[in-house]
């Protein structure tokens, strides 16, 4: 089972519309829940950061994060089309020393 | 800029060759992480650094590669006789003392490639 999984995609939606992208960890003692978006050629780029259960808003993105069900989410609220890009979970295990990424998720939002 | 600094951006090595990534963490920041994106794939841990330290070498392959951060100067990771099997991007991220899991701040990537 890999660490960090995530639905390699394509997900495609149309502009305005809601993204939701989600990830499953295998650590139970993680601690830190990170969303990072990458463009093509370019370096990865934090999103969003969650700690707790719950919801967490920041402008259109919204975290979710579930430590029961080791599930993690991210949606994207009036995605625009430079939204389209990869998404990758990462997480950050118990002693919080190492940060784990999964294989992302590759979005694209039509015009 | 005071964000993390790798260099160089490119780096073109011959099959047998050494090469050598650099990589210096934003200002205050005191840990370095080494991660592999191989084309189309996810970030691959490969080293997690303090000064003069290696905290968690597990995702080093066990030949040909090191790394180290020495008290001056640049994080390096090191390749030795390098493969084609080598290029990919190597990206270098950094972290603050405190607060204990803070988010990876990345550089801009080191794009090796092996002929």
């Known amino acids: 089972q890999k660490e960090v999984e995530q639905n390699s995609g394509p997900l495609s939606v149309p502009e305005g519309a809601i993204a939701s992208l989600n990830c499953t960890y295998s650590d139970r003692g993680s601690q830190s829940f990170f969303w990072y978006r990458q463009y093509s050629g370019k370096s990865p780029e934090l999103i969003m950061s969650i700690y707790s259960n719950g919801d967490k808003e920041d402008g259109r993105f919204t975290a979710q994060l579930n430590k029961a069900s080791q599930y993690v989410s991210l949606l994207i609220r009036d995605s625009q089309p430079s939204d389209s890009a990869t998404y990758l979970c990462a997480v950050t295990g118990a002693g919080g020393f190492k940060t784990i990424f999964g294989a992302g998720t590759r979005l694209f939002v039509k015009a | 800029n005071a964000g993390v600094m790798q260099n160089p951006r490119h780096l073109v090595r011959r099959r047998g060759q050494e090469a050598r990534l650099r990589c210096s963490p934003m200002k205050g920041h005191s840990h370095v992480y080494w991660y592999r994106q191989l084309p189309e794939e996810g970030l691959k841990f490969m080293v997690y650094?303090?000064?003069?330290?290696?905290?968690?070498e597990s995702g080093m392959p066990k030949e040909r590669f090191s790394a180290e951060f020495p008290k001056e100067g640049p994080s390096i990771l090191r390749i030795q006789q390098v493969v084609r099997g080598d290029s990919a991007a190597y990206f270098c991220?950094?972290?603050?003392?405190?607060?204990?899991?803070?988010?990876?701040?990345f550089g801009n990537g080191t794009r090796l490639t092996v002929t």
């Open positions: 991220a950094s972290s603050p003392v405190e607060p204990v899991n803070s988010p990876l701040h």
């Open positions: 650094l303090q000064k003069e330290n290696i905290i968690d």
